[in-house]
């Protein structure tokens, strides 16, 4: 994929072009990304319009929501789904201030030459939100260009329509199970491996600790998953939350991986298919909570990676 970090683009073949922040990009997502490969003819390419920060960061600071996945994740995301070229900008007050007529004349038609747009049938753009899919229609069309309006997809097993919104309160109230299933995909964490305070390796068993990029994460408890490092899969214990047996602290992250030995510091984990054992609690004495995770040992009995 290339990536712009502005609204410019050298001539060469026309563009399909998909608009959204797309975080998690889950399956409505999935499917406006279909509908734009679809309009493409032989020759164009597929592109994406979307922001490095939530545009909520920039309107109502301190009030954007924590995100399903980071920057890097999206983008990554968006290449494996077939998008060719991504036009990555901040949302700030350039893009805040730009009239929706200005967005379509002189960003769509102008500099990026997009033969088609692709979005979601009540998207809104432009200055205060003043522009609807009705305009923009009309504004590309006087040019040859074309508009797909893509209904939102609903999840089989409620009717609800599928949001991020949505997927972010399922992830928080430690449903990711279920948030798999909207995501079409796994809800994934990953992070650098750091030191802690060796209290699993003295329990028998050894955590590693693990520092994340800033984004959403489920709430605190102890979470069967699977972890991946160095090309293999583990079965895993994922636990989040402030330790309270030890005098609760600050909020940390801590893996256990089955069938692994040797040293994990400074290694990336990427983990994933997260699904809820049990809240996070506090023991009458090490003993008891020892035997509570031989418990939870039996949540990753099964499968087998390798």
């Known amino acids: 994929m290339k990536i712009h970090s502005s609204f ?3 001539a060469g073949r026309p563009l399909v072009l998909a608009i959204g922040f797309f975080d998690g990009v889950h399956l409505g997502h999935r499917e406006l990304i279909r509908r734009t490969l679809l309009a493409r003819k032989p020759g164009w390419r597929a592109g994406a319009i979307t922001f490095s920060n939530h545009p909520s960061a920039y309107l109502r600071p301190g009030q954007e ?8 994740e999206r983008i990554n995301t968006l290449a494996r ?18 009239s929706a ?33 009705t305009l923009l229609r009309e504004r590309l069309a006087i040019v040859g260009a074309a508009h797909v309006g893509v209904e939102a997809v609903c999840d089989e097993r409620d009717k609800q329509r599928i949001s991020s919104t949505r997927i972010r309160e399922l992830i928080a109230a430690g449903d990711c199970e279920r948030a798999d299933a909207l995501l079409g995909a796994s809800y994934e964490l990953r992070g650098v491996v750091v030191r802690g305070f060796g209290r699993g ?3 028998g068993f050894p955590t590693a600790n693990l520092r994340l990029e800033r984004k959403l994460l489920p709430r605190d408890g102890v979470y069967a998953a699977v972890v991946r ?14 330790n309270p047996q030890f005098g609760a602290g600050e909020r ?7 069938d692994f030995q040797g040293s994990l510091y400074g290694e990336q984990l990427a983990v994933r298919e997260l699904r809820f054992v049990r809240p996070q609690k506090t023991f009458s004495d090490v003993a008891s909570l020892m035997e509570q ?4 040992r039996e949540a990753v009995a099964y499968p087998s990676y390798g």
């Open 8 to 10: 410019e683009r050298e």
């Open 229 to 242: 490092t160095d090309g293999r899969d583990f079965a895993a214990l994922l636990s989040i939350g402030t």
């Open 293 to 296: 995770m031989e418990h939870d």
């Open 201 to 203: 390796h003295d329990l």
């Open 252 to 258: 940390s992250i801590e893996v256990w991986l089955r």
């Open 101 to 133: 007529q200005r967005f379509i004349d002189e960003v769509l038609v102008e500099k990026l030459a997009a033969r088609a747009v692709i979005t979601g049938t009540t998207f809104r753009f432009g200055e205060r939100r003043s522009g609807d899919v």
């Open 65 to 72: 929501p924590a995100l399903i996945q980071s920057c890097e």
């Open 81 to 98: 789904l077939g998008i060719e070229e991504c036009f990555l900008l901040p949302f700030d007050r350039e893009i805040a201030s730009l």
